[in-house]
């Protein structure tokens, strides 16, 4: 059975993993700047406040996991009033011990394992927004083991430490994701928790090249064709064939990067019948012909 939310993790390639402890204690507050890259973390121990931009603020408590896939800015403190100090990611030095926030001796009020990773494509922005902006899993054991490993692994310089790093990151990711699908935004994930969508969407990652007809999803779903737009587009975010759109052009671009595949094959694989009705169609999606497309992926 083909697995959408597996496929999405697969083309954004995580890699290069940071870890950093992080601790803090009495009266203290950072504000981090937008940072663009996956983050995450997990509460070793004690509690405090994340306030992400643009979502509630949250209360993070012993073993709780949090995962940010595009890292918009964010405050994180401890429960008295401060004045966040700044701080921007993408400019500071990486810290190569823990990083101590708040009063500076004696023992902490909240202990934390942080880190980020990148997602090696260039299509990011299309399969980030299919995620949650802000991913929090309460009691998350088996995403605090997972955490360690990473750590660990990180930490070490051993044969085959970023291919192992990959790997769990990405096992990270989906039991992440899997952990908030039934209360997730409009997004792929909400899709994927509603059993008759993810039926629909299961058929067209299975075969993006058929010609899909809302009539054939909507009957895949077991709903009228108005009430499969309907609860896909509320679900989703976005209309049916425009997600299959999407998912397509996904897939072309990383066969145009990664792969010695002529044209008229891509075109195939993705759904239309000749190159040049391929090409108009990814020009007007991407904004530049495939093509061109391929040979700066190849140069970058």
């Known amino acids: 059975m083909i697995d959408p939310l597996s496929e999405i993790i697969t083309l954004l390639r995580p890699r290069t993993v940071f870890t950093k402890g992080i601790s803090g204690a009495g009266r203290w507050a950072v504000r981090y700047s937008d940072f663009g890259h996956p983050s995450f973390c997990t509460v070793i121990e004690g509690s ?37 100090a700044f701080i921007d990611p993408k400019t500071a030095p990486a810290p190569t011990d823990e990083v101590r926030h708040g009063r500076p001796d004696g023992e902490p009020d909240v202990r934390l394992l942080g880190g980020y990773f990148i997602f090696d494509s260039r299509d990011v922005g299309l399969l980030v927004s299919m ?11 088996r995403l605090s083991t997972l955490m360690r490993l990473v750590a660990e692994e990180a930490d070490e310089q051993r044969t085959g430490r970023d291919l192992v790093l990959s790997r769990l990151v ?24 509603d059993a008759r969508l993810a039926a629909a969407i299961r058929l067209m990652h299975g075969d993006p090249a058929r010609a899909w007809t809302m009539i054939e999803l909507a009957k895949a779903a077991a709903l009228s064709r108005s009430a499969f737009f309907e609860r ?16 397509r052009m996904a897939i072309a ?23 040049s009705t391929f090409s108009t169609a990814f020009s007007r999606h991407v904004g530049q012909p495939p093509g061109r497309y391929a040979r700066v992926a190849m140069v970058s």
């Open 48 to 84: 405090c406040r994340l306030a992400v931009d643009g979502q509630e603020p949250i209360t993070l408590e012993a073993g709780d996991f949090v995962l940010l896939p595009s890292t918009p800015g964010f405050i994180i403190s401890g429960f008295e009033p401060a004045t966040p």
């Open 131 to 141: 995620l949650p902006t802000l991913v929090h899993v309460r009691g998350a054991a």
């Open 170 to 193: 990405e096992v990270m990711l989906v039991e992440a994701l899997r952990s908030v699908q039934g209360d997730a935004p409009p997004g792929l994930l909400r899709g994927l928790g």
């Open 232 to 247: 896909f587009t509320r679900a989703v975010g976005v209309p049916p064939m425009e997600y299959l759109l999407g998912w």
């Open 253 to 275: 671009k990383d066969l145009l990067r990664s792969h010695d595949v002529a044209l008229a094959d891509v075109a195939e694989r993705v759904g239309y019948r000749s190159a």
